[in-house]
Each structure stands twice: as structure tokens, then as C-alpha cells.
Nanobody, 117 residues
Framework: QVQLVESGGGLVQPGGSLRLSCEVSGVIFSLCSMGWYRQAPGNQRDFVAR???????TYADSVKGRFTISRDNSKNTVWIHMNSLRPEDTAVYYC???????????WGQGTQVTVSS
């Protein structure tokens, strides 16, 4: 059974930082292209960042220069380090594994990030 477990969310003031973690089990992690998505109330789930199995990264324009995604294949873990947080970054953040070979998608349960003074 594939499991993705996010952690690290919370309440932070504008301009602050948070690091989210996602630990993956039940799948060969190195075969996953790992992504972070977010969903604010009343909105669709939006792409935030992705890191391929070889480390290639892509980011949404709204987070470029502020967020950094990384992974450690030996720990089956992906992180997203979020700096200069803004109120509009408030959302539930979801971790995603995309198996390119089978085109399967797996999702975590999400972790809440709230940016507010």
C-alpha cells in the first residue's frame, strides 16, 4: 500500500519560513517524480513545485525564488522549504508521487499552512 505522509505545516507570520516534509512508503521512491500542490478553500488544487528522480526541479511562477523543493532517495523523503511566506500562500499542501512508467498518481493527506499575523 502506497503511503505519503506530510508534516511540518502550521501557523506562521508573513515573511516567515516553514519546511514541509513528505515521507513515502510502499513504492520505489526513485521511480517517483515528486511534487507539492496546494489547495485554498474554494479553489482548485494548484501545482507548486516538482522534483524529478534525477533532481530536476520546476516551480509555479508564484513561488519561484521563495520556495525550494528537494529530495533524498535514500530517505524516501521530499521537502519543500518555503521562505518569505505571504497570506496568499495559505492552503492545505499536498505531496504527490507521479509514476512516469505507469502514469499512476499517489497523494498524501495534506498539511495545513496558514500565513497570518
Amino acid at each position: 500500500q502506497v503511503q505519503l505522509v506530510e508534516s511540518g505545516g502550521g501557523l506562521v507570520q508573513p515573511g516567515g519560513s516553514l519546511r514541509l516534509s513528505c515521507e513515502v512508503s510502499g513504492v520505489i521512491f526513485s521511480l517517483c517524480s515528486m511534487g507539492w500542490y496546494r489547495q485554498a478553500p474554494g479553489n482548485q488544487r494548484d501545482f507548486v513545485a516538482r522534483v524529478g528522480s534525477a533532481g530536476t526541479t520546476t516551480y509555479a511562477d508564484s513561488v519561484k525564488g521563495r520556495f525550494t523543493i528537494s529530495r533524498d532517495n535514500s530517505k524516501n523523503t521530499v521537502w519543500i522549504h518555503m521562505n518569505s511566506l505571504r497570506p496568499e500562500d495559505t492552503a492545505v499542501y499536498y505531496c504527490n508521487c507521479w509514476r512516469r512508467d505507469t502514469n499512476d498518481y499517489y497523494w498524501g493527506q495534506g498539511t495545513q499552512v496558514t500565513v497570518s499575523s
